[in-house]
């Protein structure tokens, strides 16, 4: 049984009634974040039921000490913690003496918490009857201001319902904070001193062993019934912690009102020895705009967002509200300002699998970043990796690779592997592909070449050679196979010649030997550059293409599909239909002996392959290994659901495509893998753009031409989506009656819909 208490509205997210039994998972859904730094939609004030702490600051981390039973040779020595940064958001509140705890009321009535999309803020309301009788109204108003990302604010008002009350106001900063997420729970941040100064505070605290330098701020101003109110605060300070407190005797009927600034700035951005100068210059500047006047600005940021990257959806409020908090999300993880950030599994929302970087963003986030944004977006992303080389090679040198193989990281702050599963670290070697892969989409889809040149073709090169030498002749087949490894089906460990591992392997190397033609022949300095430091000879190409043209790829005649890997077929093969129920999710429910001896597939694994290189196979080979492998599928991997509704889309399975459109656009919204309150599912929000913008909108990119087969599912009256294709935005609407396409700007652009060519003129309505 999925959750179902978020109410359907197209703009927000709401949540009605107060249930402490939810608090963990509505933290998780209603995170709030800018880019630069986030939060889980914690109560402001004190809250002692159960409850997940969590502010992080992007690109901010602690190598904690992997713990392993037993040590092997190649292992990461630390595993990356996303950090729990030093709160600002908190306001102790105490009403007659007592403190507001929704935990502890007597009774709380008409709670409601709205995270709205369209303007960027997050709000909630309710009426709470203390232990003391005391009645009052709260509402309160916070977000994480987009143009200044350093920045947040808090709107917090209460108002005495039946009679005066005595109300303090205790806006606090608190460095003494814990990670949930620890292996051997290290201190892993020193505080280095606490200050005030008028209404301001600041916290100035390092993290253990990375250094990063913070400080963490704060102002606050007080208000009755609207009216600024001077109130000299009484002020605590300590050795992590920052507190002042406003005092007020408040009239029944009356709103006291605080507003309170705060926020981060970094080393990463400033000197840390100006960290305090810098923050009271930032706050200088949100004072002078306001709570009121940082609003405005956040709705007319979010506006902007909102003009290129919306998706609406006519008739199914549920599909709605699912891609735009799915949207929502994205570009609260990453706007593009900084490329050496990059977009972590779960964002600023939890603390589960560490890193910041996943083979994710490649195969999923950078063909939204791509059409939604400006192509420099996307470019960072790959920029990021490029940086990344050289460790990419020390990571592969640690595994007895040489001459400048690079094996890439699956988990990575830096560019070094910092993820302790030998299956995974070791094994899921097929994330090294999907950064070959992203270089070409990205040239595929914006035209431009000149990243590989630049810096691509130095990434592509390393890459080949790890797939050449990872790579072993069977006398045994007279082919190349590669042993040992785990697909994108971690459910399958340390098998032998897994199909899109071999199939990613062969490609990559016959792309990064095109590329080298292409800059050799167009790019000659570059090319002169690029030999000279990775000292590439015609010798050694030689013997890449001699691996790539042999490489041994499993197949079952009877079948007439490619195995996932070899002995797949001796299994129990037993679908998931049949599978009881009260047995899923198996990842909870069996031991992990039982998985690895079952057929059942966690995610597209050889259906990845289809969906990346879906040219190089017909539609009726899609549908064969499609319906052979889907129903084998458990889907217990939130990147799993939009490979497959993109897939269905293509072969006509409407209902199949709708249906796995809706578990991957409400994956947390509904709580479909009951671990929505670890965090939510970032990196997978990316496929549900895509499920609707190449699986029912059917964008594909082919010979330098935008082409549609749009579909639509039953259940909507119509969808629309913008592009943004080589500086040209394409307005796509399709309904149950057509497809109209309008262009942005001053050219034409000549698609191509249903294999047939359409002239799209600016400024003109174009029905097909």
């Known amino acids: 049984m999925n959750q179902d208490y978020i109410k359907p509205n197209e703009w927000s997210i709401i949540e009605e009634g107060f249930d402490a039994d939810r608090v963990k998972s509505s933290e998780s859904l209603f995170s709030i974040g800018n880019g630069a730094m986030g939060q889980r939609a ?47 958001i908190g306001i102790n509140v105490i009403i007659n003496d007592e403190t507001l705890d929704l935990f502890t009321c007597k009774k709380v009535t008409q709670f409601r918490r709205e995270l709205n999309m369209k303007e960027g803020w997050l709000s909630r309301l309710f009426v709470a009857t203390l232990k003391n009788n005391i009645v009052i109204e709260v509402k309160t108003k916070r977000f994480l201001s987009l143009d200044s990302d350093e920045v947040g604010a808090i709107n917090y008002e209460v108002t005495p319902l039946n009679g005066n009350a005595n109300i303090v106001f205790q806006p606090y900063l608190d460095s003494g904070i814990t990670n949930e997420d620890t292996n051997w729970d290290d201190k892993f941040w020193d505080t280095l001193n606490v200050s005030h100064e008028n209404h301001q505070a600041f916290i100035q605290a390092k993290t253990m062993k990375t250094d990063f330098y913070t400080c963490t701020f704060m102002e606050s101003k007080v208000f009755i019934n609207g009216n600024s109110v001077l109130i000299e605060p009484n002020i605590h300070a300590d050795a992590t912690n920052a507190s002042f407190s406003y005092e007020y005797d408040v009239k029944q009927g009356e709103t006291y009102t605080i507003h309170k600034l705060g926020g981060y700035v970094v080393d990463r951005n400033h000197d840390k020895n100006e960290l305090v100068s810098v923050a009271k210059k930032t706050l200088q500047n949100a004072l002078k705009k306001g709570f009121l006047g940082l609003l405005e600005e956040q709705k007319s940021a979010w506006g902007k967002i909102w003009e290129m990257a919306d998706i609406t959806i006519e008739g199914d409020v549920k599909a709605q509200q699912g891609i735009r908090f799915n949207i929502f999300h994205l570009n609260q993880t990453y706007l593009g300002k900084d490329a050496k950030l990059n977009i972590g599994p779960k964002g600023f929302t939890g603390e589960k699998y560490g890193g910041s970087t996943y083979w994710d963003t490649e195969a999923y986030c950078i063909p939204f970043y791509m059409a939604t944004k400006d192509q420099s977006v996307a470019k960072s992303l790959l920029e990021y990796r490029y940086h990344h080389l050289d460790k990419a090679i020390e990571n592969a040198e640690k595994l007895g690779f040489k001459n400048g193989a690079a094996l890439y990281p699956m988990v990575t702050m830096n560019g070094e592997e910092c993820h302790n599963e030998w299956e995974i670290t070791f094994e899921e070697i097929h994330r090294n592909g999907a950064i070959s892969f992203a270089i070409f989409n990205y040239y595929r889809f914006t035209g431009d070449f ?55 392997a062969q490609w990559s190397i016959n792309y990064a030997l095109e590329c080298i033609d292409k800059v050799k022949d167009g790019y000659k300095k570059d090319f002169k550059r690029i030999e000279c430091k990775t000292k590439i000879t015609d010798s050694e190409l030689t013997v890449w293409k001699d691996v790539a043209n042999n490489m041994y790829f499993p197949y079952s005649e009877e079948e007439k599909v490619f195995l996932q890997h070899d002995g797949f077929l001796d299994k129990e093969l037993i679908t998931v239909s049949d599978l009881p129920k009260t047995e899923r999710p198996i990842n909870q429910k069996w031991s992990w002996d039982r998985i690895l001896r079952s057929p059942y597939i966690k995610q597209a694994d050889t259906l990845q392959g289809f969906y990346f290189f879906e040219d190089h196979f017909s539609t009726e080979e899609l549908k064969r290994h499609f319906d052979f492998y889907e129903p084998y599928t458990v889907h217990e991997s939130s990147l799993s659901p939009c490979v497959h509704s993109i897939q269905a889309a293509k072969l006509g399975q409407m209902d199949q495509a709708y249906e796995f459109y809706l578990r991957t656009s409400r994956l947390d919204l509904d709580d479909y893998n009951k671990e929505v309150e670890e965090g939510l599912h970032i990196t997978s929000m990316a496929g549900t753009w895509m499920s609707i913008v190449e699986g029912f909108g059917g964008m594909r990119v082919v010979n330098d031409r935008l ?29 149950q009656s057509g497809t109209t396409f309008e262009i942005n700007g001053n050219e034409p652009l000549i698609i191509i819909v249903n294999e047939k060519q359409v002239e799209v003129i600016p400024n003109e309505l174009i029905m097909v």
């Not at 809250?47 to 904690?64: E, K, R």
């Not at 090169?461 to 971690?490: C, D, H, M």
């Not at 040209?728 to 609407?733: F, G, S």
């Open 42 to 88: 914690n109560f402001e004030e004190q809250y002692s039921g159960p409850t997940f702490q969590g502010s992080y600051i992007a690109g901010v981390y602690y190598p904690d000490k992997t713990r392993v039973g037993w040590w092997k040779n190649g292992y990461p020595e630390y595993f990356a913690k996303v950090l729990n940064a030093p709160n600002w």
């Open 450 to 504: 000149s990243y590989i040149p630049e810096m691509g073709l130095e990434v592509l090169i390393g890459i080949a050679r790890f797939w050449q030498q990872r790579a072993t002749f069977s006398s045994t087949k007279n082919k190349y196979v590669i042993l040992g490894v785990t697909g994108p089906n971690e459910y399958e460990n340390n098998v032998n010649n897994n199909w899109y591992t071999n199939y990613i």
């Open 707 to 735: 082409n549609f087969t749009p579909k639509i599912p039953a259940e909507w009256q119509g969808y629309s989506f913008k592009v943004n294709f080589r500086d040209q935005i394409l307005n796509v609407k399709v309904t």
